[in-house]
């Protein structure tokens, strides 16, 4: 056997987690020319695609930047929820940072 040759069942594991997952999300921005990066046209609109583990698909278009980072990593509610009684603000303090 060949030292570089490697059982296929092995293969196949090193393989599989390299390989999208099925429902991966991603947005494209709907410019002429071509895909730049996103923050460098924050109000042009955006396709959101879908890997369902053959090719991307297209599933909804989002009006900018902001709307397509909602699409594509949603707030849940628990997230967003504030702690009762905590109001963050900064406090008497001596730091070099603050003004006199």
Not at 36 to 63: N, S
Not at 69 to 90: D, F, I, K, M, Y
Request: one cysteine or more; a positive charge.
């Amino acid at each position: 056997m060949n030292p570089e040759d490697e059982p296929l069942d092995q293969w196949a594991a090193r393989r599989e987690g390299r390989l999208r997952k099925p429902g991966e999300l991603k947005a494209v921005t709907l410019v002429p020319g071509p895909q730049r990066a996103a923050h460098l046209c924050p109000d042009a609109p955006r396709l959101i695609l879908e890997w369902d583990g053959f090719q991307w698909v297209a599933l909804t278009v989002a009006d900018d930047y902001a709307a397509a980072c909602r699409a594509l990593a949603p707030v849940t509610r628990a997230e967003s929820a504030q702690v009762p009684g905590h109001t963050p603000r900064l406090g008497k303090g001596t730091g070099r940072h603050r003004k006199p």
